[in-house]
């Protein structure tokens, strides 16, 4: 059997899993899959999946695009786009134009 996680939770009268929420708040990590949180308390993923969860619980119909779960989207987009632009660009070329050899 695995070793028994001793810390400042174990002893609490509280689920396994508000203790695993718990333990992944303290660590910086989501506190759905354990990922790196970004920010908060989840990853970019589940923030954005937590963030439709409520609208449709909720029956909201706007959106605040100033909001972390918006603003991290849209840095990623942009990133990607980044990404996709240099990889197309033909490496032989700028090493020619640079002209450092
Ligand atoms: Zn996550």
Redesign the pocket.
Known sequence: MRKRIEDEYTDLQISRQRKYQLRMLRDKR?T????PAVQGS??L??LIKARERQRKKRGLRRRYHNTLSYRLQELERAQANNRARTARRPVARTSARSGRN
């Open positions: 989501c759905e899959c354990g990922q989840r990853c993923k589940h």
